[in-house]
């Protein structure tokens, strides 16, 4: 314990002086304060064009930053009357540092970024504010637009469902010309939001625009610039909470079959520990033999495990549904459809889906219409979106206790920003009642004692179900309250705005990354502020943490307090089971609450365990999607050459055709005739047959026979250039290039997905599952790049010229329709337009591979088959 307090103690001293080192800067700013509040409104605004023409002088944004924040602190206090506190000017800076400030709830963390987002969209390559919802990107983006615009600087919104905006001060929806909108939002596209110089949006569709990006077919269609900058609201909500999902975008794949209904109907009645278990920490269920039995007997098959794997997998995708999904916590039934409910914030999040078929066993449990099932066609995580950037920074209430993750995984220190006024916010022990209903009957006793005396309560749950079970305890005593949960999303904003009332009763499922302050009614300072109840504590401190945050903002007074049960799932996971029974024994009632600092040190003990156990979790997947990332990286910068123009030409010919044609024709006995026909065959499939050299000139020929099938090919490439042009040459090169890439990209994406899950069973014969997934992922990789190469090579010659217009065009039999309509809600995208590449075959992706494919583009020799043996040899 002494070495814990000394760490702790250098560890507090290093912020201390990063503190210290912040306040200096501060000074700076603020003794530029007297000048920069003598200038004019005029005067004021064109210091922009001031810094920018700094930086094409060679001025640093550091070198700028004293001047810009005093700035922008100025043109706040002008525009919207708030003036940031040297403490939020300390964050300021950290943000613009590339690096996480934690505040306190209420002490301002919008504000907190206008300075650093200001002085890094004066470098002109965009800077992307990300906030956990749609409401709050319009709303921070009305808030402070006027400030950015008084400065010069464009603002932009992005929401769900392609909506898109560009703040206009005095724009209102239903003008002439107007398309609708909001108020001060005027419509616009998508990729005029992210040319301005500021673009507020969520995590969701940020990743979800950078995905559609590198599907699209042609350069000009993509939205997104180069990711530069972003500060992240609500940081560790974000990159840790949402950090285990990842985004997919998926179109539709097989028809929903009636299977997963018999399955829903085969578990259904089974009985916990007669006919399975379930490993609370781990989250799984194991069926006993008697419960394999019984499921079996009910499909009426022999054997679930030992025909059709598929089988198995619709096992364990119902048992999870209906053992482990629960109805108003994990999700909710809304309009015939399953929705799903954030673990951490409670709002819905309509358009996710569970992988794996867990999502359709829902549909199948709860007899709503089971959708189809998806076939991925781009997907990342967020920890590698959002590595993506350049430079990236977050605010949050709540991240010291994730320091390691964030530092590990992201690159990111944390930096604890001191309050403006001192907290006095008193912290209650936890206490500990015997079973559930014995603490919820506490809860609405000290609900009912603060509401007679004219607190305000916040009360924290972290379900729906529980809200309403609450909600409905307080309703037979008599006492008026709110809830806030996933069912009144829409009221969220109101009923914060009253939860600070006298006598106000708010029940909310996790106050996570509300974004929104409880601000005290007159006179409730006096009567003791905000009093806030936990009735569960969450699997981690910060979800604690951030509910106790509500209140005691800015120096208010209030207080906390947990209440605790044996029966709540931290407790079940981390407490033996007879400890219940033991403590009824040492007489010990349902109305006798255990208060102790010895149980409170406990739970955080086991609340410590749970976060390391989660960040081992979180970093295994990074490490496993790292190799897909690789992956990734390759094809879509290698898709990108494609669109921007690199000689694809050469990439069909040198790269495609080549690799194909030599690997047919390697190593032929020239006197071995069943050999040469089954060359000749599979010549047959690229070439046109009349270019199909006979056998006995194929026997004549050898070891030049490679050379003389490549010269084939350039006179009959040239021939079709001759007759079509190069330009429509071109273009059918670049659709044929891209939709080889995407046609097995796709592939790919689904074939790896399932080595990721079936690898584990790697550890039974000693082999690190990881390692086997990198050797197994690289030959998969290599078998995408030769499938590539093979569908460019045996469709190229295959192309039509038929007459359009009077025009010699090119058409392809095998030419794809438009896919089918969006599936899974926001985020499917036609299949026409879904799109990822590879090249050049080699022995791993590597950055050399991309300078070999795209630099020898321009300069490769362009000649007939004279030059086919040199140029081989060049490329090689």
Not at 97 to 124: F, Q
């Amino acid at each position: 314990m002494p070495k814990l307090g000394f760490i702790g103690r250098l560890l507090g001293d290093s912020n201390e002086k990063e503190l210290k080192r912040l306040s200096s800067i501060v000074d700076e700013i603020n003794s530029y304060a007297d000048e920069i509040a003598a200038l004019s409104d005029e005067a004021l605004a064109a210091k922009s064009a001031e810094f920018k023409e700094g930086l094409a002088a060679d001025e640093t944004l550091e070198d700028l930053l004293p001047e810009a924040f005093a700035v922008a602190r100025e043109m706040s206090l002008r525009k919207v009357g708030e003036r940031p506190y040297d403490v939020q000017l300390m964050g300021g800076i950290t943000l613009h540092e590339g690096r996480i400030a934690e505040m306190r709830t209420g002490e301002g963390k919008t504000l907190t970024a206008i300075s650093p987002v200001y002085l890094n969209a004066l470098a002109g390559r965009g800077v992307h504010v990300i906030t956990v919802n749609d409401y709050l990107a319009r709303r921070d983006a009305t808030w402070y637009g006027p400030i950015y615009v008084a400065l010069g600087m464009t603002v932009g919104v992005i929401q769900n469902n392609g909506v898109s905006y560009m703040y206009e001060p005095g724009y209102r929806p239903g003008e002439e010309g107007s398309t609708g909108g909001l108020e001060d939002l005027r419509p616009c596209s998508r990729r005029d939001v992210y040319r301005a110089d500021i673009t507020y949006g969520t995590n969701n569709e940020f990743g979800f625009d950078y995905l559609r990006d590198n599907m699209v077919r042609e350069w000009d269609d993509k939205a997104q610039r180069p990711l530069y900058f972003a500060i992240i609201d609500e940081v560790d909500n974000i990159l840790i909470d949402e950090a285990r999902t990842p985004l997919i975008i998926s179109g539709n794949a097989e028809e929903a079959s009636g299977t997963y209904v018999r399955f829903a109907r085969a578990v259904k009645g089974l009985e916990e520990e007669r006919d399975f278990q379930i490993d609370h920490k781990s989250k799984h269920i194991a069926l006993t033999e008697a419960g394999i039995s019984r499921v079996e007997r009910n499909l009426g098959i022999e054997n679930v495990f030992g025909g059709d794997p598929r089988l198995a997998r619709h096992l364990e995708a119902s048992l999870d549904a209906e053992f482990l999904k629960r109805v108003d916590r994990d999700y909710v039934v809304k309009d015939g459809e399953i929705i799903i409910v954030d673990e951490f914030t409670g709002r819905l999040m309509p358009g996710r889906r569970w992988s794996h078929g867990i999502h359709q066993a829902c549909e199948a449990k709860e007899g709503v219409p089971v959708q189809r099932e998806s076939i991925t066609y781009a997907t990342i995580t967020f920890q590698n979106l959002f590595r993506l950037y350049e430079k990236l920074a977050g605010m949050t209430g709540t991240a010291e206790t994730e320091a390691e993750e964030f530092s590990k995984i992201y690159n990111l220190d944390v930096v604890v920003i001191p309050t403006h006024r001192p907290m006095v916010r008193e912290d209650h022990q936890d206490v500990v009642y015997i079973n559930e209903r014995a603490k919820f009957n506490a809860v609405v006793g000290e609900i009912e004692e603060m509401h007679t005396a004219g607190r305000p309560v916040l009360v924290g749950t972290t379900s729906i179900e529980k809200s309403e079970y609450l909600a409905g305890l307080l309703q037979r005593k008599g006492i008026a309250h709110e809830v806030l949960n996933a069912k009144q999303h829409e009221r969220e904003a109101h009923i914060i705005a009253d939860a600070g009332k006298n006598a106000a009763v708010t029940i909310a499922t996790n106050m996570a990354g509300r974004g929104t302050d409880i601000k005290l009614g007159p006179g409730i300072a006096e009567l003791g502020g905000l009093h806030v109840i936990g009735t569960e504590r969450h699997e981690s401190r910060r979800i604690d943490n951030q509910l106790r945050g509500r209140a005691g903002r800015q120096g208010d007074p209030g207080s906390s307090r947990f209440f605790v049960s044996f029966g709540d799932d931290i407790m079940k996971r981390f407490s033996p089971e007879w400890v219940p029974g033991m403590m009824q024994k040492l007489g010990m009632t349902e109305e006798m609450p255990l208060e102790s600092r010895m149980v409170t040190r406990a739970i955080e003990q086991a609340q410590t365990k749970v976060e390391g156990h989660n960040f081992d979790i979180r970093k295994r997947l990074v490490e496993f999607d790292d190799v897909i990332n690789e992956h990734r990286k390759q094809i879509y910068t290698q898709r990108d050459m494609i669109l921007q123009g690199v000689d694809t030409r050469v990439n069909v010919i040198d790269h495609m055709l080549l690799p194909e044609i030599e690997r047919i024709t390697k190593g032929v006995a020239t006197n071995d005739i069943d050999s040469l026909e089954l060359v000749r065959a599979e010549i047959g499939e690229i070439l046109p047959a009349d270019d199909v050299p006979p056998i006995q000139e194929m026997q004549d020929l050898g070891e030049e026979l490679c050379d003389e099938i490549l010269d084939r090919a350039e006179d009959r490439y040239e021939a079709i250039e001759a007759a079509i042009g190069e330009e429509s040459v071109r273009k059918v090169e670049h659709w044929l290039l891209l939709e080889a890439i995407d046609t097995h990209w796709r592939e790919h994406l689904t074939a790896i997905e399932e080595l990721r899950q079936s690898i584990g069973l790697q550890a039974y014969a000693q082999i690190d599952p990881l390692v086997a997934f990198k050797r197994e992922g690289h030959d998969m990789y290599q078998q995408l790049v030769a499938n590539i190469q093979r569908q460019v090579a045996r469709t190229v010659f295959k192309v039509r010229i038929v007459q359009q217009d009077g025009q010699a065009v090119a058409s392809h039999p095998a030419a794809t329709p438009a896919g089918a309509p969006p599936e899974n809600g926001a985020v499917s995208e036609p299949a026409a337009k879904k799109a990822v590449p590879v090249l050049a075959k080699s022995t791993g992706p590597s950055d050399e591979q991309i300078r070999t494919l795209g630099g020898g583009g321009q300069n490769a020799p362009k000649g007939k088959g004279s030059n086919a043996a040199k140029r081989r040899k060049m490329i090689r």
